[in-house]
């Protein structure tokens, strides 16, 4: 029973994607890893992440629409970079929608991953300033 939950989970997780369009080519495992897994993932949670890393300026007592543009995007990738805390937060929301199998890839290259997905993150909450604000 227990095999056939896990197996509706990981079809419904994957069924919640929306469909990214890559370019065709040569990958690297985790460059495939990021264009079939990661993208869709982050996609489907752009609202989430917003919302999240909003509540992360409040907390911070940053008025990010005060900044400059230069400003907001060092914010960001600082943040997203040097905090631990925003940084394993967002990861987690990430992680969580992994199936079983793209977990056990994700052990296997969990640094390169972790860092393609703060590199996605960063890019996605950059090109999204104006709805920090």
Same mark, same amino acid.
Request: glycine letters at 2%.
């Given at each position: ?53 909003? #509540? %992360? *300026? /409040?907390?911070?007592?940053?008025? &990010?629409?005060?900044?400059? @543009? ?6 960001? =990738? ?9 940084? #394993? %937060? *967002? /990861?987690?929301?990430?992680?969580? &929608?992994?199936?079983?199998? @793209? ?6 290259? =969990? ?23």
């Amino acid at each position: 029973m227990s095999s056939f939950l896990d197996m509706e989970r990981n079809a419904q997780l994957v069924s919640l994607r929306p469909v990214i369009h890559a370019e065709e080519g040569l990958q690297t495992v985790v460059e495939h890893f990021q264009n079939e897994v990661l993208r869709p993932i982050l996609k489907f949670q752009n609202t989430l992440l917003l919302a999240i890393f909003s #509540r %992360y *300026c /409040q907390k911070q007592k940053t008025i &990010f629409r005060n900044l400059s @543009e230069q400003e907001q995007l060092a914010f960001i =990738e600082n943040s997203l970079k040097k905090d631990n805390q925003i940084r #394993r %937060y *967002c /990861q987690g929301i990430v992680v969580a &929608f992994f199936t079983e199998a @793209e977990y056990a890839r994700y052990i296997e290259e =969990e640094e390169a991953i972790n860092k393609r997905i703060i590199t996605l993150l960063i890019e996605r909450l950059a090109s999204q300033r104006k709805s920090l604000a």
